[in-house]
């Protein structure tokens, strides 16, 4: 098994946190180590290890899910440099799938608009505000903001900022 030290995603992601002995200090980055452990099992070859280490990873996950209120499913794809800021209400549905280096905070929610509908796709470089809630198949483009207490419905092009109940658009040059 890959170990979390050969892991370069993870690598990344204690980069971004940028402190000594982040697990002292922040509960989010439980949760990230939790989800990079999970993908790492999952590349295991079959086996007994395998099945231990799953059965672990399930147990953990639910545990830790409920103590800090952070839920990043192993089956979804997040990149490289993942940062979270605070804890609690924090939910990615399965199929997400997120770029390199972005940043969640507390309530973030991104998953379907119905149930069984499409989720979003979120480009690198990304930075949610607090209980920003990105909902249905929409994409959101290379270094997007994404306003706190915003409920993000259209999809966001590269660069721009995206604010309000729906979200309005910002693009550098006004409103789209
Ligand atoms: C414990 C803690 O501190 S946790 C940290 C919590 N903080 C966050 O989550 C920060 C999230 N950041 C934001 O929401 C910011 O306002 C951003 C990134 C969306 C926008 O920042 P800027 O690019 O500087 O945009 P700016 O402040 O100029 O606002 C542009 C417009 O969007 C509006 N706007 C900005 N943020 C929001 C928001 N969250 N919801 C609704 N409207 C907003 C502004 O009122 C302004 O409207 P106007 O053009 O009609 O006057
Ligand atoms: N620096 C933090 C505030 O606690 C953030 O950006 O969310």
């Not at 030290?5 to 180590?33: C, H, M, N, T």
């Not at 007994?48 to 800090?68: C, D, G, Q």
């Not at 549905?93 to 119905?114: K, S, Y």
């Not at 949610?128 to 929409?138: K, N, P, R, W």
Request: glycine share 12%; proline share 5%; hydrophobic share 45%.
């Amino acid at each position: 098994m890959n170990r979390s030290s050969q892991d370069s995603d993870w690598q990344a992601d204690v980069q971004r946190y940028g402190l000594r002995r982040p697990f002292l200090k922040e509960q989010s980055i439980w949760a990230v180590w939790s989800y990079r452990f999970g993908r790492r099992v999952d590349r295991m070859q079959s086996g007994l290890a395998k099945k231990v280490l799953t059965s672990f990873y399930w147990l953990w996950f639910r545990l830790l899910e409920t103590a800090v209120g952070i839920s990043l499913p192993k089956a979804a794809v997040i990149g490289p440099g993942l940062r979270i800021w605070h804890f609690g209400g924090i939910f990615l549905h399965p199929d997400v799938r997120i770029g390199a280096n972005c940043t969640l905070r507390q309530g973030v929610t991104i998953g379907n608009r119905v149930a069984d509908g499409p989720v979003p796709v979120i480009g690198d470089d990304v930075d949610f505000g607090a209980y920003a809630q990105v909902l249905g198949g929409v994409r959101i483009g290379n270094g997007c903001h994404i306003g706190a207490l915003s409920v993000v419905l259209c999809d966001v092009p590269d660069g721009a900022t995206a604010v309000g109940v729906p979200a309005r658009v910002i693009l550098k040059s006004g409103v789209q």
